[in-house]
């Protein structure tokens, strides 16, 4: 298996006015192919900031980030936006858009800014066989509102896949969902990982969920613990 994400020696403060909070210390992690992973730790620990970092939506202010070998550096927007092409997000609240359908909303994540198209026919045929995959095919045409909270999280997990990934980044993706659709999600995830050789790093405070992972890292006060 090869490395997919590397992090080394990242720190990270919130500055108001006078007062500076140190929130990450000094984290240094790996995840390759087909592995998945859970952050686990109490909130306010550090765990969404740090997936944050890893996306590229926060400024790295010490340490570095590498996805694939290549650095995440937020002074170079094209190496930046480069190195987020190879990465898929899953967030707790899906954010999908309520006036597509769901075939649609996995669609317009192929359409995004300096990705390359394939043109809109083939662009809607593998959003639906995507859509398949997640057992959602007879949904693809239905408006978001009309799907489930599960059927949603599954949509969204198909966005994440659109582009093909290397790594795709979870935030909290069942604490929104009943226990028994969060183990099915859980199971996908895992499932996705392991056929495709998908890295997922995702996070979660729910004990019941660490069986599906390969490994589960504790942050505690801003370290891994």
């Known amino acids: 298996m090869s490395v997919i ?5 990242l720190e990270h403060w919130f500055h108001d006015g006078n ?30 900031t740090l997936l944050s970092l890893v996306a590229g939506l926060r ?16 002074n170079n927007s094209l190496q930046r936006n480069r190195v987020r092409r190879m990465i898929g997000m899953i967030f707790q609240s899906h954010h999908l858009i309520s006036f597509l359908s769901a075939q649609e909303n996995v669609q317009l994540a192929m359409q ?34 009309q799907l489930s909270g599960g059927q949603r999280q599954r949509v969204a997990i198909a966005r994440a896949l659109a582009c093909q990934p290397q790594l795709i980044l979870a935030d ?13 999600i859980m199971e996908l995830l895992r499932s996705i990982s392991k056929e495709r050789g998908v890295a997922i790093l995702m996070t979660s405070h729910d004990q019941r969920l660490y069986p599906y992972a390969d490994k589960v890292i504790r942050i505690d006060d801003g370290r891994i613990s």
């Open 112 to 145: 995004a800014p300096g990705r390359a198209r394939s043109g809109i026919v083939q662009e809607g045929k593998i959003a639906r066989a995507l859509l398949r995959d997640m057992d959602l095919e007879h949904k693809a045409d239905s408006m978001i509102q």
């Open 59 to 74: 400024t790295i202010q010490k340490g570095q980030v590498f996805i694939c070998g290549e650095e995440l550096s937020t």
């Open 172 to 184: 909290e993706p069942t604490a929104s969902l009943d226990a028994l659709t969060g183990r099915r």
């Open 19 to 48: 007062q500076s909070l140190h929130v990450l210390k000094k984290i240094c992690l790996e995840i390759s192919s087909a592995e998945l992973v859970i952050l686990s730790g109490p909130s306010g620990c550090g765990k969404t």
């Open 5 to 9: 994400l590397s992090v080394d020696e």
